[in-house]
């Protein structure tokens, strides 16, 4: 069947300089005129091929450019977004350019957010409908445009690879011909997409668009930028949050060759040099006193112990089915645990940077940032100069993982680029990037059940004691005290269970700033729901998968990725001894159904292996298995570092970690062996960037349960076992 | 100072103790060589000194006067690079590609030394290239990979 939509949103088109087709796509129709005035005066006075209200420009020399809205940042997004537009707008792949959206809430905006932010394995969720309808406005036009010019039926004529042609009379016009023709056409109220069943790109396991580039260094990130007359910057901030530069003295490292200036900001002091070594050196060679400020004192189990004194207090309830409380009291068996998860750093492997010219009454900022918006806000902030006299050029990320959803980096490299008189690059050393992140923060869970006499679950109470990261973030979503964030793989708990109760403690830690890290709310709340659900399949003596599977009756998804998993993994097959394997199912608002078989070995020391895991994965409809596969690859990957090691700890309010010897992560000889099985499917497409991480910890808590049969109820899961062992 | 950087001769003006990284990165504008630690311990800085991976960020240019640096920008003129670089297309292996210069500097060093290294030599010469987005499955698989194209011969451009 044909699915015919009505335009619910604008499709503005207009004739740019030079005669292109520009096709500008908006979520919402408000300001419409507005921001088309001022694509044409932008596409006026500059070249033809430059219009920022477009997803789609083909100018007469044919090429196709797609601007994209979302950035790329390992995810594979501008593959996946192309082939949207792609498809629909009926070109290959091969002629296909890409461009980074500049920012643009109106005409970027990501609908799960309200504005311009690459996040939330969101991408595909958001952009799957209206991209494919913007590449079928477009083609429609093209389409329209050639059959008026042939005088015959549009319908008698067929889009192939960027060329029309009229079947009966085999004539064709390509879209650069056509372009300009297109341009003056109505645009169609109603645009017909293509049955799923007839695409010939989704779906499939197309080549990445952005692999060339990342193979022999042109790949330009924010780090890349080079301008004439710029000078790098290093940074170092109190190593305090909220504490001061109390004395400086530079003259050490004025005295550094190389060294042009030194920037002292209040909280922080900057070297300006003509490269990096000297900044480096600059700064190792200035002398300065901080003032620790109130969280000189600070240290990690300070910071536990409010956790836990939180989580004796009810909080606000996200979720609530039943009478827990009654329940719990009239069952045979009551099972009880606490879980802890630390604080984390994202670890990008491109460290902070943003390059910035501030000039009399404007400013240009290069940098990679997953929320441009707030990137040039940010700017326009520091500066005070007006949003449009900020301009912001984005570049491809070097990782992002939830750190590049914050623009302290901007902020401070603005402050720091408004004392030099000159463009400069300022670039954390990987020891700023570890102690200056905005980290995942440390949660402190509260989890009960009850069991009837056959072991079945008959009650489920949750407490998660943490921050609520989107009352900062985003407020406007933050309604009736409830972070959405925070609980969200608790409420979505598809076991069967009659009586469940999930609470969120609001408890913020001022002594370090915390915010979204790959897996969001999600990672911290399937490690304990996955984790206790565990506990619970020992207490009633069941398989750890059979007894799942019992409280899924009403997700039949669930099940068949589980069943899935099981099999691929082995489950219940033999292993020797010190071997072990677990489970974890995922189900969140991503929309995504994730099972993965975790298999680890812990040897005589007690170090732990990880030697396969299996992932079972029903995100929907595919765009790109390939991507998919690699999502859930290198989810794993991140979320096997963040589960056995990662952990960053403070001391005084410092942050003891520094660098990859003490925030220890995944290598090459390390890694266990992938396997992603994918479930195909036409339901409505699901994330698939955070799943991967926020499964493995559970996965592998409940496998070295199974090899050891000790209980880990605190991440990292190597030293929690260490203690254990003890 | 004389360096031979990718078969050319580059004069500069640096302090002998500047680390490679820096002179290519901030002197010669030579980006496709990331900073990933400043310490030895990430490999993303890695490139070729007479065919041999080194850490650019913990090498001085003084130790590389007199010998042939090859950097991610030619390595795809080298035999074994230019495989190294279509089998890393082959199976789409970056995906930030932040890491990729390291992982395909040090793997071609690899392949240079060892025609046919075992996954035993590739976690040896890869354990120092960190991925933070795990792309260690599909490097060791794009490895084996150009590995199995014919005979591979050659070092570095000199
Ligand atoms: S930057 Fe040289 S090894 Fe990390
Ligand atoms: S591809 Fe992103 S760090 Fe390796």
């Known amino acids: 069947m044909m699915t015919t939509v009505s335009r619910r ?82 070109v290959a792949p091969g002629q296909i350019r890409l461009e980074h959206a500049p920012p643009d809430d109106k005409l970027y905006g990501n609908q799960f957010f309200g504005e311009q932010m690459t996040g939330a394995s969101s991408s595909v969720r958001a952009f799957y409908e209206p991209l494919r309808r913007a590449g079928a406005t477009a083609r429609a036009m093209l389409v329209a445009a050639a059959a008026a010019s042939w005088n015959v039926d549009p319908a008698s004529c067929r889009a192939h690879k960027g060329v029309v042609t009229h079947t009966p009379t085999r004539r064709s016009l390509t879209y650069g011909v056509l372009a300009a023709r297109a341009a003056a056409l109505q645009v169609p109220d109603k645009v017909t997409l293509k049955d799923p069943k ?34 790098i910057a290093t940074v170092a901030a109190s190593p305090v949050l909220g504490g001061k530069v109390a004395r400086l003295d530079e003259q ?13 900001l209040d909280d922080g002091v900057a070297v300006v040099a003509d490269h990096m070594w000297a900044a480096k050196q600059g700064l190792a060679a200035l002398d300065i006193r ?19 004194k939180a989580s004796e207090s009810p909080g606000v309830t996200a979720r609530k089915d039943g009478d827990p409380e009654s329940a719990l009291a009239g069952a045979a068996k009551k099972v009880e645990a606490v879980y802890e998860a630390p604080f984390l750093a994202h670890v990008t492997m491109e460290p902070m940077n943003c390059t910035v010219h501030v000039r009399k009454d404007s400013c240009e900022v290069w940098t990679g940032s997953q929320a441009l918006s707030r990137a040039r806000a940010a700017a326009a902030e520091v500066t005070g100069f007006p949003l449009e006299k900020v301009v912001l050029h984005n570049h491809l990320l070097g990782g992002g993982f939830g750190r590049r959803l914050e623009v302290d980096y901007v902020t401070q490299a603005v402050r720091i680029a408004k004392e030099v008189n000159a463009p400069v690059k300022v670039v954390w050393t990987r020891e700023e990037d570890v102690q200056h992140d905005v980290y995942r923060s440390y949660y402190y869970d509260r989890m009960t059940a009850g069991l009837d006499a056959r072991g079945t679950p008959v009650a489920w109470t949750h407490r998660i004691v943490g921050p609520a990261i989107i009352a900062r973030y985003l407020p406007q979503a933050f309604k009736d005290g409830k972070d959405i964030d925070a609980v969200n793989g608790a409420v979505q708990l598809l076991y069967d269970i009659p009586a469940i109760q999930v ?40 398989d750890p998968v059979a007894f799942r599977r019992t409280l899924l009756g009403k997700s039949p998804r669930a099940v068949a990725v589980l069943d899935l998993a099981a099999r691929e993994g082995r489950w219940g097959k033999p292993l020797p001894s010190g071997r072990g394997r677990g489970v974890a199912l995922l189900y969140s608002d991503w929309s995504t159904y994730l099972a993965q078989v975790a298999e680890v070995e812990v040897n005589a020391s007690g170090d732990v292996r990880v030697h396969r895991i299996v992932c079972a994965v029903d995100c929907g409809r595919i765009v790109n298995p390939d991507i998919v596969k690699a999502q859930i690859e290198s989810g794993v990957v991140y979320g096997i570092s963040g589960a056995l090691w990662g952990e960053v700890t403070l001391k005084n309010g410092r942050v003891e970690q520094s660098n990859f010897h003490n925030y220890r992560v995944l290598r090459m ?58 | 100072m004389d360096l031979m950087i990718n078969g050319e001769r580059r004069q500069i003006d640096v302090p002998s103790d500047m680390p490679v990284l820096w002179v ?97 030599d590739i976690d040896a010469a890869m354990a120092g290239n960190i991925c933070r987005c795990g792309t260690y499955g599909r490097v060791r698989a794009a490895i084996k990979r150009a590995a199995s194209e014919a005979s591979i011969s050659g070092r570095g451009v000199r």
């Open chain 1, 9 to 90: 949103e604008f499709v503005t088109v207009v004739a740019a300089a030079g005669g292109g087709l520009l096709l500008g796509y908006r979520a919402e129709g408000a300001q419409r005129a507005a921001s088309t005035a001022t694509a044409v005066a932008t596409a006026g006075t500059t070249a033809a091929s430059f219009a920022p209200n477009a997803f789609i420009r083909i100018p007469p020399d044919g090429s196709v450019t797609l601007v994209m809205p979302q950035v790329e940042m390992g995810q594979g997004v501008y593959t996946a977004l192309s082939m949207l537009l792609a498809e629909e707008l009926e």
């Open chain 1, 198 to 231: 007839d695409f010939t790109l989704i779906g499939t396991p197309a080549k990445r668009l952005d692999t060339p580039g990342k193979v022999n260094g042109t790949a330009q990130f924010g780090i890349d930028v080079r301008l004439p007359g710029m000078l």
């Open chain 1, 252 to 264: 050490k490292a004025k005295a550094v060759p190389g060294v042009r200036q030194i920037v002292r």
């Open chain 1, 290 to 308: 901080w003032d620790d400020g109130p969280n000189a004192k600070l240290s990690t189990p300070d910071i536990v112990q409010g956790l836990a």
């Open chain 1, 503 to 542: 609470e969120h403690v609001r408890h913020e830690e001022p002594v370090l700033n915390t915010g979204f890290w790959r897996g969001v709310g999600v990672t911290h709340n399937n490690f304990v729901v996955e984790s206790f659900i565990d506990e619970l399949a020992a207490a009633s003596k069941q």
């Open chain 1, 669 to 726: 000889n390390e890694a266990p062996q992938i396997e992603v099985h994918l479930v195909r499917n036409g339901e409505a497409p699901g994330g698939i960037g955070e799943p991967g991480t926020a499964v493995t910890a559970a996965a592998l808590s409940n496998a070295i349960y199974a090899a050891t049969g000790k209980r880990l109820r605190k991440l990292p899961l190597q030293s929690a076992l260490a203690l254990a062992a003890r």
């Open chain 2, 24 to 120: 290519l990165r901030d002197v010669l504008g030579m980006t496709g060589t990331k900073f990933g630690c400043g310490m030895s311990l990430c490999g993303a800085c890695t490139v070729q000194l007479d065919g041999q991976a080194i850490r650019s960020c913990v090498t001085p240019v003084s130790a590389a006067a007199g010998k042939a640096i090859t950097t991610i920008e030619a390595i795809g003129a080298t035999p074994v690079g230019k495989k190294v670089q279509a089998a890393w297309i082959a199976l789409d292996v970056p995906q930030c590609g932040y890491c990729q210069s390291g992982q395909i500097m040090s793997a071609s060093a690899l392949l240079a030394r060892n025609a046919r290294p075992t996954d035993a």
